[in-house]
């Protein structure tokens, strides 16, 4: 008595041939995923820099900051809130403890009511989901506004098209960047 007998039907018997094949090629497929898997653990972990793109680092009042765009892509859907772009910040060495807290919005803000989206994370990398009008004009700007301890507001700004240019390439497929 055989412990495997071969299946009678000719389906049976590929199958019966072929699953370790199959099997060995579903371990292989993740692999293929390793490199994003990867690139994306480099950026978490700061080895690859505040971001995939770095912006020229600008004075901020007594502070001097780099922005960075967190992926060089168009902005994502966020379901009600629309779409959005992740940036990330990181202050001079010792400007940190000066600085209460930084603001990220596409356009200059009124007030510091509407400041935009808030940076948080650790003093030497901070993150900022801002959302992005789908009717931004092409020479919209990111407006960066840093709120000292001592109660002083600061502003600095980036072009959108040198702040994003997969955003503004974004914008004109949509018919908006005019």
Same mark, same amino acid.
């Given at each position: 008595?055989?412990?495997?007998?071969?299946?009678?039907?000719?389906?049976?018997?590929?199958?019966?041939?072929?699953?370790?094949?199959?099997?060995?090629l579903l371990i292989l497929i993740p692999l293929g995923y390793l490199p994003q898997y990867f690139h994306t653990l480099g950026l978490m972990s700061g080895d690859k820099g505040l971001g995939e793109r770095e912006l020229t680092e600008k004075q901020v009042?007594?502070?001097?900051?780099?922005?960075?765009?967190?992926?060089?892509r168009e902005p994502i859907r966020d379901g009600e809130a629309g779409y959005i772009k992740t940036f990330t910040l990181a202050p001079c060495a010792g400007c =940190? %403890? @000066?600085?209460?807290?930084?603001?990220?919005r596409v356009g200059k803000p009124r007030n510091l009511?509407?400041?935009?989206?808030?940076?948080?994370?650790?003093p030497y990398r901070q993150m900022a989901n801002i959302p992005i009008p789908e009717r931004s004009r092409a020479d919209a700007a990111i407006w960066l506004?840093?709120?000292?301890?001592d109660g002083a507001v600061h502003q600095?700004?980036?072009?959108?098209?040198e702040a994003?240019?997969?955003?503004?390439?974004?914008?004109?497929?949509? =018919? %908006? @960047?005019?």
């Amino acid at each position: 008595m055989s412990r495997n007998p071969q299946p009678a039907s000719r389906a049976g018997r590929l199958w019966f041939r072929w699953r370790f094949h199959l099997s060995a090629l579903l371990i292989l497929i993740p692999l293929g995923y390793l490199p994003q898997y990867f690139h994306t653990l480099g950026l978490m972990s700061g080895d690859k820099g505040l971001g995939e793109r770095e912006l020229t680092e600008k004075q901020v009042g007594p502070w001097t900051v780099r922005l960075a765009e967190w992926q060089a892509r168009e902005p994502i859907r966020d379901g009600e809130a629309g779409y959005i772009k992740t940036f990330t910040l990181a202050p001079c060495a010792g400007c =940190g %403890a @000066g600085i209460k807290a930084a603001y990220l919005r596409v356009g200059k803000p009124r007030n510091l009511r509407t400041a935009g989206g808030l940076f948080s994370g650790t003093p030497y990398r901070q993150m900022a989901n801002i959302p992005i009008p789908e009717r931004s004009r092409a020479d919209a700007a990111i407006w960066l506004t840093v709120e000292g301890w001592d109660g002083a507001v600061h502003q600095t700004s980036w072009p959108l098209a040198e702040a994003s240019p997969a955003t503004m390439a974004w914008l004109k497929k949509q =018919g %908006a @960047g005019q």
